[in-house]
């Protein structure tokens, strides 16, 4: 069902990996196909798997770093615990589907199963508690399953570099099925250029607006579709104006019933309402007519950003 298509000591090779993984589907690209993953958003993915945009560099991220570095003491950990024994494997690409792939942490020795390693800060616990496993984390596992056949994926993860937890993910085909065709579809998209659906996500916001930079200062006429956008735009912003003033109305009968009181109880609910120092800034405008030279040093030009105003 799968073949090993680079090695355990290839992969050392940091570029030839890199471009391995550009070259097709991974488990980390699985979550963001489907949209469940936080940080990438698809638009972003299609950019840089067709070449249009440059994966982020990640080479100094201190994440990234601990992960790998930690990796071998996670697998170690989940053995002690369990009494199973893994090894690793390398890089494997489905039959049918050469593109989509799988760069395992390690295979577990006598079962038809593998261990995915993770790190995570403190503030993440909750994510893990009880049988939860974050969703991204989880399509991920599902996607070495589809590529390796196997019929169970653990996770092991080091939270706050002090707690140990490892669960155990079972193969879900159905939602495999799902997964397969999604990752087809993007993959089709990939190959002919047709760009993606995009979404809500900064990242995809990001993406549209590294992708296209401007400067066609001639007028668009833009399609009929565009009207029913741009109607359902104004027609959110109304109603988040309403949301807002309403909010602020509530948080007024809040203070007057306050008053003076900078500490309240209502029920299980704590209430504050304190006075903070205020904030220190620097006038611009005077520094800049008393002592342009000064300003001129120092001041800062921010990055040129587009603006999408509707009049």
């Known amino acids: 069902m799968a073949k090993l298509i680079m090695t355990v000591a290839e992969m050392a090779d940091e570029k030839k990996w890199l471009d391995a993984r550009r070259e097709g589907i991974g488990g980390s690209d699985a979550s963001i196909i489907v949209g469940l993953n936080r940080w990438k958003s698809p638009f972003q993915l299609w950019l840089e798997k067709t070449g249009k945009a440059e994966p982020e560099d990640l080479s100094d991220n201190e994440y990234v770093y601990w992960g790998k570095v930690l990796e071998e003491a996670v697998a170690n950990r989940f053995c002690e615990l369990t009494g199973k024994k893994v090894q690793r494997r390398g890089l494997l690409q489905m039959d049918d589907y050469p593109y989509i792939r799988a760069s395992v942490d390690r295979m577990v020795v006598g079962e038809n199963a593998g261990l995915e390693c993770k790190t995570c800060n403190g503030f993440a ?24 056949g196997c019929e169970r994926w653990y996770i092991a993860v080091l939270i706050g570099g002090n707690h140990f937890v490892w669960k155990e993910i079972p193969r879900n085909d159905n939602e495999i099925d799902l997964l397969l065709q999604a990752e087809i579809d993007f993959w089709h998209k990939v ?3 047709i760009m993606p659906e995009v979404d809500g996500s900064e990242s995809c916001k990001d993406a549209l607006t590294a992708e296209f930079r401007g400067g066609n200062a001639e007028p668009l006429t833009l399609p009929d579709a565009a009207i029913v956008i741009i109607e359902r735009i104004r027609a959110l912003d109304d109603a988040k104006k309403n949301t807002e003033e309403d909010l602020e109305h509530h948080k007024n009968q809040l203070r007057r019933l306050m008053g003076d009181y900078e500490l309240g109880y209502a029920g299980d609910y704590k209430v504050t309402w304190k006075t903070q120092a205020g904030r220190t800034t620097v006038d611009n405008k005077a520094l800049k007519a008393k002592e342009p030279a000064i300003y001129a040093k120092y001041v800062k030009q921010g990055k040129p950003t587009r603006v999408l105003r509707i009049s």
Do not use: R
């Open 125 to 148: 616990a909750k994510e893990w508690e009880d049988d939860e496993v974050p969703a991204a984390y989880y399509v991920q596992c599902q996607h070495y399953m589809m590529v390796t």
């Open 191 to 193: 190959e002919s250029g």
